[in-house]
């Protein structure tokens, strides 16, 4: 009976402790991952409301950029590969395809948003994967000789066309992005000063955690914790491009759904890449899109793609644990005491 | 009454205060040590957004909890915690293991079901998984 009233005390204590910082805190599965978004501060029927509104408007860049379910999307790829030019009636999307493409540029081609052909024959454009073993040699070959690029995309006056059919466009490096730079308008419209976005590990502080920076940890690819935590400073935006949530195991060999387009074969030298991305209007899309050339890149030229970029904070973990860290983010991120820093290299 | 306090403070002998001082210390170090437990204490099985079901960590036991796609089990052993079966085609959360830490957590996307433990003061707000 003591012992009971005891245990009752502790864990009212516990809870009561928990109880004391603001926090609201809501999860739902949209772009096949799992979105986290914490609000500080607000009232929970605000925060409610703001954060519903935020995940309607993430389902509705699902519909409207799904790479394999009927969208505006695939009726352009449908377009594409019938080598018909194509009615877009959405302003949207168009600006999202323009976009794209100077990116593609801009990254010499290492992100690549028009590969769906390759991504659909490593299988994964699918919910469920069907294990088929290693795509034909030819076929990847083929597909990657056929140079689809979005520079082949001409859009005017609303029509667009191509002139490579084998031109597949796939957002999936950017729609995450994207999505996080559209929660951060819906926050500002309702005034909400302090949240944490979290897309699938793409992530944007928003404000602050009342009195401290929200603190992110950084996965350890793996394993399920972190191998390091970093403060973001309010507007900032960190992207993680990693083999640890997409991938599929044929013949013991790890292939990740981060495909080179250069070479058509999945990155396997890489186990993540992650960056931040100072404040700015399109930071969300950013961390999403300049995470890919990092991980996909030849590891002596990550360095020199992050120096292109301007990426000031970069960290790569190499498929022999070996860690590449930009002397900016090694200053700012706090290491997990476990870790073996004897591989950790500093740019 | 006053007199009533005095006589019974008179009752209470030396002896009496060591056993009394040795109660509060007791008290203070048994707080101490039960809040500062390197593991976390509990496991947090949520459901896509929903906190499905809170369990100690210090059991041996099975849970299945049923899913979009059908039932995952979850084993709880002594202090650590795992997927064991799972209806996603991948299996990505049974390939990650245990674990035992506070804040660690493995997220099964395709049944929508993640386990947590927490307890201890959390590292940070959100992980980049």
Not at chain 1, 35 to 63: M, P, Q, T
Not at chain 1, 159 to 178: H, P
Not at chain 1, 189 to 197: H, T
Not at chain 2, 55 to 70: A, D, E, M, V, W
Request: aromatic share 10%.
């Amino acid at each position: 009976m003591h012992l009971n009233n005891f245990l009752i005390f502790f864990l009212v204590a516990t809870f009561l402790g928990c109880s004391e910082n603001k926090i609201y805190h809501k999860k739902d599965f949209v772009f096949g991952t799992m979105i986290d978004i914490k609000i500080y501060g607000e009232s929970d029927i605000n925060a409610d409301k703001v954060s519903g509104e935020i995940f309607n408007e993430f389902h509705r860049l699902h519909r409207l950029l799904h790479p394999w379910e009927k969208s505006p999307i695939t009726n352009i790829n449908d377009a594409i590969s019938k080598k018909k030019p194509i009615v877009i009636n959405n302003n949207e999307v168009i600006t999202i395809l323009t976009d794209a493409k100077y990116l593609e540029a801009k990254t010499q081609s290492l992100f690549n948003p028009s590969i769906g052909k390759l991504i659909k024959l490593w299988g994964f454009h699918s919910n469920e994967y069907v294990q088929e073993g290693i795509p034909n040699k030819d076929t990847i070959r083929n597909l990657v000789s056929s140079n689809p690029s979005m520079k082949s995309i001409k859009i005017k006056k609303k029509v667009l066309r191509s002139n490579n059919q084998d031109v597949q466009i796939d957002l999936g490096g950017y729609a995450k992005g994207y999505a996080l730079d559209q929660a951060k308008k819906i926050l500002t419209k309702n005034n909400v000063k302090n949240a944490l976005i979290n897309i699938g590990g793409n992530i944007l502080a928003f404000g602050k955690h009342g009195e401290r920076e929200w603190i992110v940890g950084i996965q350890n690819p793996r394993k399920p914790n972190a191998i390091a935590t970093v403060s973001l400073k309010p507007g900032w935006a960190i992207g993680t491009s990693g083999d640890y949530q997409r991938f599929i195991i044929i013949n013991d060999q790890r292939y990740s759904h981060l495909i080179n387009p250069k070479t058509g074969y999945p990155e396997s030298k890489t186990q993540s890449a992650t960056i931040l991305i100072p404040p700015s209007r399109n930071s969300g899309v950013l961390s999403d899109v300049f995470s890919k050339p990092l991980f996909i890149a030849s590891s002596r030229n990550k360095i020199k793609i992050a120096k292109l970029l301007n990426i000031e904070d970069f960290l790569i973990v190499m498929d022999d644990d070996s860690i590449f860290i930009s002397k900016s983010l090694n200053n700012k991120i706090n290491w997990e005491k476990e870790l073996d820093k004897k591989n950790i290299t500093i740019f | 009454m006053i007199k009533k306090i005095l006589q019974s403070s008179r009752l209470i002998k030396p002896g009496d205060w060591f056993i009394i001082f040795l109660f509060c210390l007791l008290i203070v170090i048994s707080a101490k040590v039960l809040w500062d437990l390197p593991q976390g204490q509990y496991l947090e099985i949520h459901k896509n957004n929903e906190i499905l079901a809170t369990y100690s960590l210090n059991q041996k036991t099975k849970k299945q909890i049923h899913g979009p796609k059908g039932v995952t089990e979850v084993i709880i052993n002594s202090g650590k915690v795992r997927f064991s079966s799972s209806p996603c085609p991948k299996k990505y959360c049974i390939h990650q293991g245990w674990i035992q830490k506070a804040n660690q957590t493995i997220v099964c996307i395709p049944n929508q079901i993640s386990i947590y433990i927490v307890g201890g003061k959390r590292a940070y707000d959100t992980i980049n998984y």
